[in-house]
Each structure stands twice: as structure tokens, then as C-alpha cells.
């Protein structure tokens, strides 16, 4: 075995010792050099907190409080330097504070004020609603205080004969209605009469009607209800081109009294919107005849303080039923017994009667010396 001199151990244990020292020294220096490193990090990540507390403040500052509620909305951004402005909601200006304050400044008052007026709704809560545009001049004349002064005593028109199945109208109802400018009959110095019709949906007999007063060369009155015009416009469309007048038997077939007046004043203006729609028109009807012909002193004044005419008949039987008929000679038998001059007849273009009585029943009125005319033709 070989020895090793002291000399050589001596040398290599202070080559280690070097090298030990110089590890120690390089790893200390790491170390410092990552705590500086680290530090630098930290430093900046502190400086940019505080940038952004900074900021918040701003953001906070520029809060303005605008009610009582506390409600708020921030409007400024951080870079900005000048708090904004906030444009007031409302004729007040608005509190800016940084606490708010409720019980010191109220809640401003705001109006509502739409682009469009929202359509005008009458009617009773417990019935078919009428959502109407305020319509034309008409319902401008309404005065429902001075309407509501008058008896709403719900009456009946007609008055059934105990010989035949026809109704006529009694003295006293005749003064009533042509109190308020109503019409029963009309001129009996003139040789004149009247015939009139009533129009619903179930008017089934309206082209056999228009076909046998077109062969006549006779002109009507057509009291048009507004279902009427919807399930007939082109019938509709025939009846004002031949030049009959058109009058209003409401839009909705229902006991005016039982309405209030508002629902009553529109249901009556509806059916001229209807009527004006239909035929491209912008006019309105003047005759106006109650449904079922039950009416009272408050419905005949709520019409004639809006401008129309109530007419009633002088002469009607039961022909509004489409399916109960009394055959041709029975129903010609009634028609022409009581022709006169002034009468205005009321009939309906729902039952088969009329139609086939119609044509005879004109020409006995002509042969009596007696023409027809509407309610529009004028007076002699």
C-alpha cells in the first residue's frame, strides 16, 4: 500500500476548504440576489394597490346620490381627473353628497309623458269591452253630467196587438221620443213611406233583399249593426254604392240603459269607425236606431246631445227570427194592411218571408199612389 505524505493531505484538505468557501459565497449570493428580486416584485405589486385604491377613491368621490333611497350610479372612470356631471332626471336639481342624506331631500316628482295617447277603454267590467281611438268630433260633445240627469227607466218600444203578430207604438211613447228629436213616422200629408231594415250577422236574405229593391228601383234605410259589416263587407260595399242610407244600430247588439254612459256614447261612435273603415269614408251616420228598440229617456238624450236622430217604426212584425216563419201570404197580408202615408217599416233581412213577399208588397204600395223614400231624402 502506498503512503501518503502529510504535505499531500495538508494540500487537498485546503483545496476543499476553497472550494466549500466559494460554494458558500455563490450561494449566498443567490440567495440575496432573489431576496432583492423578490422584494422588487413585492415593491411593485404594493405600488400598483395603491394606484388602484387610488383610482376606487376617485370612483367613489364621484358618486352622486339622486334620491332618498339611497340609489346611485357611479359615473367617472379612473383615468379621469375632473369629477364628472351628472344630468339631472328632473326639473329639481339633484342632492350631490357624499353620505346621503334621505330625510333631508325628497324624491323627485316625475310625469310620465308617452309619445302616443293610449286608446281610450269604456265599458262595464263585467261585459265585452270597447277599446276605441277617441273618435272624431263626436264623442268631444259628450257631456256625461248632463246625460246622468235623465230617467234611465228601461222601456220597450212596440206594443203587441192581440189580433195580429204586429207592433206599433202607442201615444204616449211617440211623445217621448220625438221629445228628443226622435222619429216615428213621418210626414202623413206626404205620399211617402219608409222602409227600413235592420242588419245583424244573421242576415242571411241581404243579396235576395238588394237584388229585388234594385229590380224595383227602390231605395231603403239599412240600420247596420257592426257584425254586420264584418261578415258582409261586400254586401255592405253593395248597399252604399246603390245609394241606400246607411244608419247605426250600434256597434254591439245590447239594452243601452243597462250600459253606463260612457260604454252606451261609444258603442254608438264605434260603428261609424267601422262604417268609415270599410268603405274608405270620413263621414258619420245621423239616424240611429236602439237594439231591440228598448231604450229611456237618458239613452234618446245621450243620442241626441252627440248629434244622431233616434227612429223607431210605425210598423213591424215578427220577422226576425230566421227560422220561425208564417209563409208568404200571411206575411204579405200583414205588410200590406197597413200601408199608409208616413209609415216607416222595420224589417229584417234574416227570414224568408220578406223575400218572397217583398216584390208584391212594393207594388201594392205603388199602387196606392205612394212612393218610397230613406230617411236622408229631403222633406217636401
Given amino acids: 500500500m502506498k503512503k501518503i505524505s502529510v504535505q499531500v493531505i495538508l494540500k487537498t484538505a485546503s483545496r476543499i476548504s476553497v472550494a466549500v468557501t466559494a460554494l458558500c459565497i455563490y450561494g449566498g449570493a443567490l440567495a440575496e440576489l432573489s431576496f432583492f428580486c423578490s422584494r422588487e416584485t413585492t415593491v411593485s405589486?404594493?405600488?400598483?394597490?395603491?394606484?388602484?385604491?387610488?383610482?376606487?377613491?376617485?370612483?367613489?368621490?364621484?358618486?352622486?346620490?339622486?334620491?332618498?333611497?339611497?340609489?346611485?350610479?357611479?359615473?367617472?372612470?379612473?383615468?379621469?381627473?375632473?369629477?364628472?356631471?351628472?344630468?339631472?332626471?328632473?326639473?329639481?336639481?339633484?342632492?350631490?353628497?357624499?353620505?346621503?342624506?334621505p330625510s333631508s331631500t325628497p324624491k323627485p316628482t316625475k310625469t310620465p309623458t308617452p309619445a302616443t295617447p293610449p286608446p281610450v277603454v269604456f265599458g262595464n267590467s263585467n261585459d265585452e269591452q270597447l277599446s276605441l281611438p277617441v273618435s272624431s268630433v263626436i264623442l268631444r260633445q259628450l257631456d256625461v253630467t248632463y246625460v246622468s240627469k235623465f230617467p234611465n227607466y228601461k222601456t220597450d218600444y212596440w206594443v203587441n196587438t192581440d189580433t195580429h203578430p204586429v207592433y206599433t207604438v202607442n201615444t204616449s211613447k211617440k211623445k217621448e221620443v220625438e221629445k228628443y228629436g226622435g222619429i216615428v213616422e213621418g210626414d202623413k200629408s206626404e205620399s211617402a213611406m219608409y222602409l227600413t231594415f235592420n242588419l245583424s250577422s244573421t242576415s242571411f236574405c241581404i243579396d235576395d233583399i238588394l237584388d229585388i229593391l234594385e229590380e224595383k228601383k227602390v231605395k231603403a234605410t239599412f240600420f247596420v249593426l257592426g257584425e254586420f259589416i264584418d261578415f258582409y263587407p261586400e254586401q255592405f260595399n253593395r248597399i252604399y254604392n246603390a245609394g241606400h242610407c246607411i244608419a247605426n244600430h250600434s256597434y254591439f247588439h245590447c239594452v243601452m240603459p243597462d250600459k253606463d254612459i260612457e260604454y252606451a256614447a261609444n258603442n254608438l261612435v264605434k260603428l261609424d269607425d267601422v262604417v268609415n273603415k270599410a268603405l274608405g269614408t270620413t263621414t258619420r251616420t245621423v239616424y240611429y236606431r236602439p237594439p231591440s228598440g228598448t231604450y229611456s229617456e237618458r239613452d234618446l238624450a245621450l243620442a241626441?246631445?252627440?248629434?244622431?236622430?233616434?227612429?223607431?217604426?210605425?210598423?213591424?212584425?215578427?220577422?226576425?227570427?230566421?227560422?220561425?216563419?208564417?209563409?208568404?201570404?200571411?206575411?204579405?197580408?200583414?205588410?200590406?194592411?197597413?200601408?199608409?202615408?208616413?209609415?216607416?217599416?222595420?224589417?229584417?233581412?234574416?227570414?224568408?218571408?220578406?223575400?218572397?213577399?217583398?216584390?208584391?208588397?212594393?207594388?201594392?204600395?205603388?199602387?196606392?199612389?205612394?212612393?218610397?223614400?230613406?230617411?236622408?231624402?229631403?222633406?217636401?
Fill in 304 to 380: 241626441a246631445s252627440l248629434g244622431y236622430t233616434p227612429v223607431f217604426w210605425s210598423f213591424t212584425y215578427s220577422d226576425y227570427s230566421c227560422d220561425v216563419t208564417m209563409g208568404k201570404t200571411a206575411a204579405l197580408e200583414l205588410l200590406v194592411s197597413n200601408i199608409s202615408n208616413g209609415a216607416i217599416y222595420q224589417l229584417h233581412a234574416c227570414n224568408t218571408d220578406n223575400v218572397q213577399a217583398l216584390p208584391e208588397f212594393i207594388d201594392a204600395v205603388r199602387a196606392k199612389g205612394i212612393e218610397f223614400k230613406t230617411l236622408n231624402d229631403p222633406k217636401k
Fill in 45 to 101: 405589486a404594493y405600488n400598483e394597490n395603491i394606484a388602484a385604491q387610488q383610482d376606487l377613491v376617485q370612483v367613489v368621490d364621484s358618486i352622486e346620490y339622486t334620491d332618498s333611497e339611497n340609489t346611485f350610479s357611479p359615473t367617472a372612470t379612473p383615468s379621469s381627473t375632473k369629477k364628472p356631471t351628472i344630468a339631472p332626471t328632473s326639473t329639481q336639481n339633484p342632492t350631490v353628497a357624499s353620505t346621503p342624506t
